[in-house]
């Protein structure tokens, strides 16, 4: 993320960002979901990267390389594969997708919203995280619709077709 926001600002497109997410729908994937909280552990220094502070929360760490799973498997950071999403909350960019399909993950951080309310996608990895959030104009997934097969590509004909 640190990289992501450093070419942010020397490419002098974060104002372009900012005008756009203020009026724009804005569909975040991954890091892009990540750079909208407030903050990340990531970073070149101790203090983390400040993100764009579109909407509220941090991003942390997964600290579970080398614990056993439930099913006798370790963890491994990064988290690379499929994994399940559950809806946490009702909204238009899930439109048909079912509750709990499996879209495509490869990450070692993850967004915690200040607010329950943005997050509206969770799904477990050691512990039960935030993989889809949303307020207003935004929605953003840590997972990666376009290598998710039919499911991902719903996700983005729904996006595609949303009226925030």
């Known amino acids: 993320m640190a990289d992501c926001m ?7 497109l974060l104002e372009s960002v900012l005008e756009a997410a203020a009026s724009k729908p804005l569909f975040g994937v991954c890091v892009g979901m990540q750079m909208l ?21 941090e ?8 614990q056993s799973a439930p099913d006798g498997s370790r963890y491994k950071v990064p988290q690379m594969g499929w994994n399940r999403v559950h809806q946490a909350r009702a909204h238009p960019v899930w439109g048909e997708v079912p509750d709990g399909s499996w ?28 993989s889809a959030v949303a307020r207003d104009n935004i929605f953003a997934t840590q997972f990666h619709p376009e290598k998710s097969a039919d499911q ?6 729904n996006f595609l077709h949303w009226n925030p």
């Open 6 to 12: 450093r070419e942010l600002r020397e490419s002098g």
């Open 103 to 130: 879209f495509y993950f490869v990450h070692s951080f993850y967004a915690r919203p200040r607010e329950a309310a943005h997050s509206v996608g969770e799904t477990e990895y050691g512990a039960r995280f935030t």
């Open 152 to 157: 991902g590509l719903a996700l983005y004909r």
């Open 37 to 57: 909280l407030d903050h990340s552990e990531e970073g070149h220094t101790a203090e983390g990267t400040p993100g764009l502070g579109l909407i509220a929360g």
């Open 59 to 66: 991003v942390v760490r997964f600290r579970l390389a080398g």
